[in-house]
């Protein structure tokens, strides 16, 4: 049976942990995975612009062994020059694996549906899970657990924030979210993710107050507020979010060892100020760096997957 990585949703606590394990041992040893994808192809089918996504996963399935083959916007239009299921069951023909950045998730679970290789969601307008356990891995990085963390996302509540609260919430900390009205993160991920936080022993709060999000969080994380997609609401959304920028006065409430997210792009002077992201407590480029490391290990985390 294939294995695909669609949603955190999907996976256990234990199978999230043991994947960032995995992860350390990918960082920490690169000679030792080099030839896990020899002879292997992947598909990167895109639907919109990356630049960590499409890097990390060409660098990584090339450090593999593996071979990979972008396929750009116009190359196939998923949807609309043949069926998805078509092209689906056509690349499974061809390929080892497939990553997709889509717009509609509906289009990852088509794929996932038909393709008979593994199919990794590289961004859809609903989830972006390789980011989030990138993000994790960081976060186990600098502070050596998860147990009794908070994280606080301020600003939209997007794709990001979906996949960090089930990230979260799996694996035990606490999670605050500040939102605007009318931006809250999806109400199915949240209620998800309070199922899993009452396990794990970490809270969902959703608030519309940064200062009250931010209060004695370790982690603080924020995203664009304009998402991939939504560029004509761009005049609007500045509007809305005003009031929601990541700044020096606003972390002042943080907790003292608190650490900067991002996931990248970011726009100095909406979403976060320069001197948060360029200053020493944000660590954004670790984390595109284990964007690298933890995508070779979810690839190779399929492959070999069992159920834990
Ligand atoms: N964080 C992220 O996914 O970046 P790209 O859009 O550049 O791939
Ligand atoms: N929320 C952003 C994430 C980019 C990596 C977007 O979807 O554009």
Request: aromatic share 8%.
């Given at each position: 049976?294939?294995?695909?990585?669609?949603?955190?949703?999907?996976?256990t606590?234990?199978?999230?942990?043991?994947?960032?394990?995995?992860?350390?041992?990918v960082?920490?040893?690169?000679?030792?995975?080099?030839?896990?994808?020899?002879?292997?192809?992947?598909?990167?089918?895109?639907?919109?612009?990356?630049?960590?996504?499409?890097?990390?996963?060409?660098?990584?399935?090339?450090?593999?062994g593996?071979n990979?083959v972008?396929?750009?916007?116009?190359?196939?239009?998923l949807?609309?020059?043949?069926?998805?299921?078509?092209?689906?069951?056509t690349?499974?023909?061809?390929?080892?694996?497939?990553?997709?950045?889509?717009?509609?998730?509906?289009?990852?679970?088509?794929?996932?549906k038909?393709?008979?290789?593994?199919?990794?969601?590289?961004?859809?307008?609903?989830?972006?899970?390789?980011?989030?356990?990138?993000?994790?891995?960081?976060?186990?990085?600098?502070?050596?657990?998860?147990?009794?963390?908070?994280?606080?996302?301020?600003?939209?509540?997007?794709?990001?924030?979906?996949?960090?609260?089930?990230?979260?919430?799996?694996?035990?900390?606490?999670?605050?979210?500040?939102t605007?009205?009318?931006?809250?993160?999806?109400?199915?991920?949240?209620?998800?993710?309070?199922?899993?936080?009452?396990?794990?022993?970490?809270?969902?709060?959703?608030?519309?107050?940064?200062?009250?999000?931010?209060?004695?969080?370790?982690?603080?994380?924020?995203?664009?507020?304009?998402?991939?997609?939504?560029?004509e609401?761009?005049?609007?959304?500045?509007?809305?979010?005003?009031?929601?920028?990541?700044?020096?006065?606003?972390?002042?409430?943080?907790?003292?060892?608190?650490?900067?997210?991002?996931?990248?792009?970011?726009?100095?002077?909406?979403?976060?100020?320069?001197?948060?992201i360029?200053?020493?407590?944000?660590?954004?480029?670790?984390?595109?760096?284990?964007?690298?490391h933890?995508?070779?290990?979810?690839?190779?985390?399929?492959?070999?997957?069992?159920?834990?």
């Amino acid at each position: 049976m294939k294995k695909d990585f669609i949603s955190l949703r999907d996976f256990t606590a234990q199978e999230l942990l043991n994947l960032l394990v995995l992860a350390n041992q990918v960082k920490q040893n690169p000679r030792q995975t080099a030839d896990f994808l020899r002879g292997k192809s992947f598909a990167l089918i895109f639907q919109k612009p990356s630049n960590r996504t499409r890097v990390s996963f060409e660098t990584g399935i090339f450090q593999l062994g593996g071979n990979s083959v972008y396929l750009a916007p116009d190359d196939i239009s998923l949807g609309k020059r043949e069926p998805t299921e078509d092209i689906a069951r056509t690349l499974s023909r061809y390929v080892d694996g497939i990553v997709a950045r889509v717009f509609s998730h509906q289009d990852i679970l088509d794929l996932a549906k038909f393709a008979s290789v593994p199919v990794i969601n590289g961004l859809s307008d609903l989830s972006h899970p390789c980011q989030a356990m990138a993000d994790m891995f960081t976060i186990q990085e600098k502070f050596g657990s998860f147990k009794g963390l908070k994280m606080a996302y301020i600003g939209d509540g997007n794709n990001m924030t979906n996949s960090l609260l089930i990230a979260a919430a799996k694996l035990g900390m606490s999670m605050s979210v500040a939102t605007p009205q009318g931006y809250e993160a999806s109400a199915d991920y949240v209620k998800a993710a309070r199922e899993c936080a009452l396990k794990n022993g970490g809270t969902i709060t959703l608030t519309n107050s940064p200062q009250e999000a931010v209060k004695g969080a370790q982690v603080i994380y924020t995203d664009t507020w304009v998402s991939m997609g939504q560029e004509e609401e761009t005049t609007q959304r500045l509007k809305d979010f005003a009031g929601y920028q990541v700044d020096e006065k606003l972390l002042a409430l943080a907790s003292r060892d608190h650490i900067f997210m991002h996931c990248l792009p970011a726009h100095r002077g909406q979403e976060v100020s320069a001197a948060v992201i360029d200053g020493p407590r944000s660590v954004v480029f670790d984390e595109a760096e284990n964007r690298l490391h933890m995508q070779k290990a979810i690839m190779i985390f399929l492959y070999t997957f069992k159920h834990a």
